[in-house]
């Protein structure tokens, strides 16, 4: 077999490590192990640079097998609380339990995942480029939250939570927080955040003396959740997926 040690990356297709993560090889970091260590061929010739470029028409081959991208996928979830969004887990019922078992054999994944008990609308694909942008900080991508709480609401704990809180030395502040009921004793607060820190809307009601009872998605960018019960989900075209997000729409 033909060996190439020191190829020349070039410009045109795509990037070596990307075209094998699209084939559900593992993550770039990952998948770039694979090519130094001279198990990637394309078109016969050994390859060690993660950043060669593959053009249509190559063949590629790890271990003498040849691979090809997956088909993407892209679906809404209405995810029941009681779940978790590994694929695996040994000790919980997770979101793959409930889907179907092409999702997990195809190598979806959640986009900006849910804690256990909190619930509602979760995005799933295999498409790493479309979950690196809506993720992405500089997208700014707002995902909104229904949340009840243990007691009513006052006017002085309204205020700590539009403050927030600081967690381990980082300040967590949401975008904006409002009561979603004008009346005595509202327990429903909607939270909006433009960059999730872990459980951070427990840690900001926590430092604010309340208690969450319910936590539930609504919306991710535009697209909100409506009709979708708990435990439903929808395949959509990317196209679709972004336009809801980006312009408006319901599921």
């Known amino acids: ?87 695996r887990d040994t000790h919980n019922r997770t979101i793959f339990d409930i889907l179907p078992a092409k999702y997990a054999k195809e190598g979806t994944f959640p986009v900006g995942r849910l804690d256990k008990m909190s619930e509602g609308l979760l995005i799933l694909t295999n498409d790493g480029q479309l979950a690196l942008g809506l993720t992405h900080p500089r997208e700014g991508k707002e995902k909104t939250y229904d949340v009840l709480v243990s007691t009513p609401v006052g006017e002085h704990q309204l205020a700590l939570l539009k403050k927030g809180t600081f967690f381990q030395g980082k300040r967590l502040r949401p975008a904006r927080v409002l009561m979603l009921e004008r009346k005595p004793r509202s327990r429903w607060i909607r939270f909006v955040l433009k960059e999730g820190v872990k459980r951070e809307i427990r840690h900001i009601t926590n430092a604010a003396g309340l208690q969450v009872e319910r936590l539930v998605r609504v919306a991710i960018g535009k697209c909100w959740l409506e009709t979708l019960k708990p435990g439903e989900w929808v395949e959509t075209s990317k196209d679709e997926l972004i336009s809801k997000i980006n312009q408006g729409g319901t599921i």
């Open 1 to 87: 077999m033909k060996k190439a040690r020191h190829e020349n990356p070039g410009n045109g297709g795509f990037r070596l490590n990307r075209y094998l993560a699209s084939c559900g090889l593992g993550s770039r970091r990952n998948v770039e192990i694979l090519v130094t260590r001279g198990r990637v061929t394309i078109n016969g010739v050994t390859i060690t640079t993660p950043a060669a470029r593959v053009s249509e028409g190559d063949l590629v081959e790890v271990d003498g097998m040849s691979v090809e991208p997956r088909e993407k996928l892209y679906v809404l979830f209405n995810k029941p609380p009681g779940y978790v969004c590994s694929v």
